[in-house]
């Protein structure tokens, strides 16, 4: 019933290694997002893909890749992983098409770099 | 480009006091305005929404109305439960399919 769903909920991993977060959405909407929150709660946009196409790229660094193999799934793999990665990352869907762009998020990736 | 203020928090009320969050924004166009709840621990929920001038938005006892003279959409709530303590973000969509542009967050604790 889950309708946005994000794995792993904790990462715990060293400076200098490379991890992957995924997630999934089974509401049908064709278009994903990842945001990022720090220690402050600030939230800010990373990335967004509408069909598998990336949309918005807000000054990420490019360890930062995003993948979406297809419209339910965006992916994020982060290499070389810096302390300052350390955050909460949603995903979040959308209707390409909708009126308002209401968003629906999920639960949150908490990323600790040590 | 696009922003959202929003009171600086952290707020602290009793029981069945009333709450106010006050939200501004500033957008090119003619955005939708959301409130979104983080409650401890957990992920980000649509608390309420508006998408045209004096829209009013209402959920679980909260609401906010979409004032385009003043820009802003200030989130109510009559009697606060401790229930309700949580992270309140403000947040607004410019164009039907742009990313939500975020304000700082409120934090709310009520106690008994």
């Known amino acids: 019933d889950t309708a946005v769903s994000q794995t792993p909920k904790y990462l715990v991993t060293q400076m200098g290694n490379d991890k992957s977060i995924k997630c999934e959405q089974n509401?049908?909407?064709?278009?994903m997002y990842w945001y990022k929150q720090d220690s402050k709660k600030f939230l800010k946009i990373m990335f967004s893909?509408?069909?598998?196409?990336?949309?918005i790229n807000e000054t990420v660094p490019n360890r930062f890749s995003p993948k979406s193999p297809d419209k339910a799934h965006l992916n994020l793999h982060i290499n070389s992983l810096e302390l300052g990665d350390s955050a909460v990352y949603f995903c979040?869907?959308?209707?390409?098409?909708?009126?308002?762009?209401?968003?629906?998020f999920g639960p949150g990736t908490r990323l600790t770099v040590l | 480009g696009d922003s959202v203020t929003q009171m600086e928090g952290p707020v602290t009320l009793s029981e069945e006091a009333f709450l106010t969050i006050n939200c501004t924004y500033t957008a090119t166009g003619y955005p939708s305005l959301f409130w979104y709840v983080q409650y401890p621990g957990e992920g980000l929920q649509l608390l309420l929404k508006a998408t045209k001038a004096d829209d009013k938005g209402s959920n679980k006892g909260f609401e906010a109305t979409y004032r385009k003279e003043t820009t802003s959409f200030h989130l109510e709530k009559g009697s606060v439960q401790v229930s309700d303590s949580a992270v309140y973000f403000c947040a607004l969509s410019d164009l039907g399919n742009t990313p939500l542009v975020f304000g700082k967050g409120t934090r709310l604790s009520v106690i008994a």
């Open positions: 893909y509408n069909n598998k196409e990336l949309i």
């Open positions: 509401l049908g909407h064709d278009t």
């Open positions: 979040a869907s959308s209707y390409w098409t909708s009126a308002d762009n209401e968003q629906f």
